[in-house]
């Protein structure tokens, strides 16, 4: 999208650290305003008369949105939006977009990528290899576990659990899923319950959204039932896990394993999961490849020139699709 004839440029409230790209194209086509963080205690007075939008990673609370009275919407970089109160925008008449479809298969990627590395002990298996053991002690040992013969669980079949479902039948795999409430026409087995579905599967994948009804979602009940040569992998959100009890079943046997790409408190990770060995971990690298978050750049400002150069969103999230433009 080019630049919109808006007249006088329109204030655009970047807090905090921001993807490059999308700094440089709201830069072409905006007015930037920058603070060092999504605190309403920073927001000036000119602020409050001139920002019409806020372009953010996330992390915009109810009292930021009171403090910007002009404030028309918030373009979130990412899919997931849970730190966007969007039900307090929606009410405030405050559109809310997100950045779906464009980052679907590289989280994909990742998940699978996670799941055998996971399994098959990849990361283990090359530092053997680099630190000399391979030569110094012989061949690594035989993985305990392995793919072959794996029921695999997606719990949150959105866009990318069908991406991820889909490579799994590649692999293939029998897969099942829980949502809320069952997708109409998906062939999978579905499972009204979480509990239900780890009984069923003996590797779980998280890709759930974050939010009070996802809280701690993953928790002893649900590890129990996954059992014993259970595997657990969140591609999803660290909020939707209790790390504690994880931490607890890995160390006890109640699961064989976790691969986790995402923590509760970010970047802090648990003593108790980097002390594990039975754990893959990564630093939350699902999207983080340059094509596809220069992908959610464009869309996250897309959305922006699209709003106040064609009055409409192009990707608004379900709480506020039916927020109208300000005349």
């Known amino acids: 999208m080019t630049k919109p004839e808006l007249g006088e440029p329109v204030a655009i409230l970047v807090p905090g650290h921001f993807n490059e790209h999308a700094i440089g194209r709201i830069d072409q086509a905006f007015q930037r305003v920058t603070i060092e963080q999504a605190d309403p205690a920073l927001v000036t007075e000119e602020m409050r008369r001139t920002v019409r939008g806020i372009a953010s990673f996330g992390g915009i609370n109810a009292a930021l949105m009171d403090a910007l009275p002009n404030l028309e919407i918030i373009?979130?970089?990412?899919?997931?939006?849970?730190?966007?109160?969007?039900?307090?925008?929606?009410?405030?008449?405050?559109?809310?977009?997100?950045?779906?479809?464009?980052?679907?298969?590289?989280?994909?990627?990742?998940?699978?990528?996670?799941?055998?590395?996971?399994?098959?002990?990849?990361?283990?298996a090359e530092k053997w290899l680099r630190?000399?053991?391979?030569?110094?002690?012989?061949?690594?040992?035989?993985?305990?576990?392995?793919?072959?013969?794996?029921?695999?669980?997606?719990?949150?079949?959105?866009?990318?659990?069908?991406?991820?479902?889909?490579?799994l039948e590649a692999f293939g795999l029998p897969v099942a899923y829980h949502n809320r409430r069952q997708v109409?026409?998906?062939?999978?087995?579905?499972?009204?319950?979480?509990?239900?579905?780890?009984?069923?599967?003996?590797?779980?994948?998280?890709?759930?959204?974050?939010?009070?009804?996802?809280e701690k979602a993953v928790n002893t009940e649900i590890l129990s039932a996954l059992g014993p040569n259970g595997v657990f992998v969140n591609i999803g959100r660290g909020s939707t896990v209790d790390e504690a009890a994880l931490a607890a079943a890995l160390a006890s046997g109640t699961i064989a394993a976790a691969g986790l790409d995402v923590f509760a408190d970010e970047p802090n990770v648990p003593q108790a999961l980097l002390a594990a060995p039975n754990t893959s971990l990564l630093p939350h690298v699902g999207s983080a490849s340059e094509h596809t978050r220069r992908g959610m750049a464009d869309l996250c400002v897309d959305n922006l020139v699209s709003w106040f150069a064609e009055r409409r969103p192009l990707t608004p999230v379900s709480e506020t699709v039916q927020v109208k433009p300000r005349s």
Do not use: C
Not at 143 to 167: E, K, Q, Y
Not at 185 to 211: C, F, N
């Open 75 to 124: 373009a979130n970089f990412g899919v997931g939006y849970d730190s966007v109160d969007a039900s307090h925008a929606a009410q405030s008449g405050i559109m809310v977009t997100n950045t779906p479809d464009v980052l679907t298969e590289e989280v994909a990627d990742t998940a699978i990528g996670l799941l055998i590395n996971t399994v098959r002990e990849m990361y283990t």
């Open 184 to 214: 109409e026409g998906l062939a999978y087995q579905y499972h009204p319950t979480l509990k239900g579905l780890a009984e069923a599967v003996d590797t779980l994948i998280s890709v759930a959204p974050g939010g009070t009804s996802t």
């Open 131 to 167: 630190d000399g053991s391979w030569v110094k002690n012989g061949a690594y040992r035989l993985s305990r576990l392995t793919l072959r013969g794996r029921s695999v669980g997606i719990f949150g079949m959105g866009r990318i659990g069908l991406a991820i479902a889909r490579r």
